[in-house]
């Protein structure tokens, strides 16, 4: 669990402040139980057998955390791969090519046939892709991904369905997609989509569920070899105070109530596949970070940090909000307005910000020296990192109850300086 006990922020038993002191901010710090806790969530409100959760690794790559992942899934927890590198580490993590699906978009062959070797189901993304995956590999089995028409999301970067967005097979075209497979004797055996990310409306999801279910049943003449429909994932988790979590227990139920009923009315029990990422990670992870300048503007007092959007890039990149608390006092009588800045040389670089700009934040008083840390980051955190202004990426680390392990190194200047 994260959170606050007598006024300090805990990551499972271990003080924040301890590890700040310990190993050196900027640091990432991931508590396994909350992670556990979130796999045992989905598994245990989807009540519909046979499941199966494929977890979209982007969210967050470690191998620490997909061997955890993998673990507290037993079985039910695969993986969606958008590359042939997370394909790699999928199967390194003790997942089996059966568990694995390559949904990725512009594809190229290379990283097809680099599937193929690995025995891991091709999800194509466009006719062309089902065209080329045919001639590659004829009399196999294949999924391909629609694009319902129906897109929800929390940026419109992330609201992958509709005409504005650049994935899936455009549901209009599905029968050429038929007319492909039949022509390379492929099998059908998935349809996929994958909506958008960030959803906290769960009608969203359960209405583009219908949509593509309702595809699935004009074409069932052709698609006698369905065994699983993937409705991808996007399952939205709450970063700002007046966001509420989704109740899994009625969405769980909802689901398995849609997907059971459609089965019986298609003659045929199938696999329901979901692909949640950050739901799985993003509480579970926290940025620390020490703050090393207090200067104020005539609009602004910023507080300058030692990390910035090369390590944490939803806010720059989406204008996403992130709860921030000062570790050592997270609660304080005395606060002020302040922006929480990083150590990027660009504007934007600003960590209380929406899409137009900076939004002051009230937070404890804040001194140099004081640790901060940015809350829900375990999603889309480290794995968007970079090492822009050729700085180093942080360390990354895994708290167990009060055991802690490093789970990635702190980069140092020989990572970023090219030919050292
Ligand atoms: C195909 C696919 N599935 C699943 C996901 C996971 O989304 P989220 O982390 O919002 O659950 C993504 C995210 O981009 C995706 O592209």
């Known amino acids: 669990m994260i959170a606050a006990k007598n006024n300090k922020l805990f990551i499972g038993e271990v003080a924040a402040s301890d590890l700040a002191r310990k190993f050196g901010t900027p ?25 199966r959760i494929f977890y979209a690794a982007k969210a967050n790559t470690n191998l620490s955390v997909l061997k955890i992942i993998r673990d507290e899934g037993k079985g039910v927890v695969g993986i969606d791969a958008v590359s042939p590198g997370e394909i790699e580490i999928a199967l390194k993590a003790g997942f089996k090519p059966g568990q694995v699906i390559f949904t990725s978009t512009s594809v190229t062959d290379d990283e097809m046939k680099f599937a193929i070797s690995r025995k891991v189901l091709v999800n194509c993304d466009s006719l062309s892709q089902l065209e080329r995956y045919g001639r ?130 298609f003659g045929k029990k199938m696999s329901l596949i979901i692909e949640p990422g950050r739901f799985l990670v993003a509480e579970s992870g926290v940025l620390l970070c020490t703050v090393n300048t207090v200067k104020q503007t005539p609009k602004h007092k910023f507080v300058g940090v030692d990390t910035g959007f090369h390590h944490l890039i939803r806010p720059m990149a989406y204008g996403s909000y992130h709860p921030i608390v000062v570790v050592d006092r997270c609660t304080s009588e005395k606060t002020e307005k302040v922006a929480v800045c990083g150590n990027i040389c660009e504007s934007g670089d600003v960590f209380t910000r929406d899409e137009h700009g900076i939004v002051d934040r009230e937070l404890p008083q804040i001194k140099e020296g004081d640790v901060l840390a940015i809350l829900v980051a375990g999603a889309y955190g480290f794995s968007m990192s970079s090492n822009y202004n050729t700085r180093p ?23 970023v300086v090219y030919g050292m």
């Open 27 to 51: 640091l990432y710090v991931y508590d396994e139980e909350t992670m556990r806790s979130k796999v045992s969530a989905l598994v245990q409100n989807i009540a519909y057998r046979p499941l």
């Open 136 to 265: 590659l590999n004829p009399n196999s089995k294949v999924c391909f991904r629609v694009n319902p028409d129906v897109g929800a999301g929390h940026h419109g970067h992330v609201i992958t369905g509709g005409p504005e967005s650049k994935f899936g097979i455009w549901a209009a075209d599905v029968g050429k997609a038929f007319g492909i497979a039949a022509k390379y004797n492929l099998r059908i055996v998935g349809i996929h989509e994958h909506i958008g990310s960030g959803i906290l409306e769960t009608d969203k999801f359960l209405a583009a569920m219908k949509v593509l279910l309702s595809i699935i049943e004009k074409n069932k003449s052709k698609l006698t070899d369905l065994e699983f429909v993937d409705f991808g994932g996007g399952i939205g988790v709450p970063y700002r105070p007046d966001q509420k979590p989704i109740d899994f227990v009625r969405f769980g139920a909802a689901v398995s109530r849609l997907f059971e009923s459609f089965c019986s009315s």
């Open 393 to 415: 990426r942080p360390a990354e680390m895994l708290v167990k109850g009060r055991e802690v392990k490093v789970v990635r190194k702190q980069e140092d200047l020989s990572h």
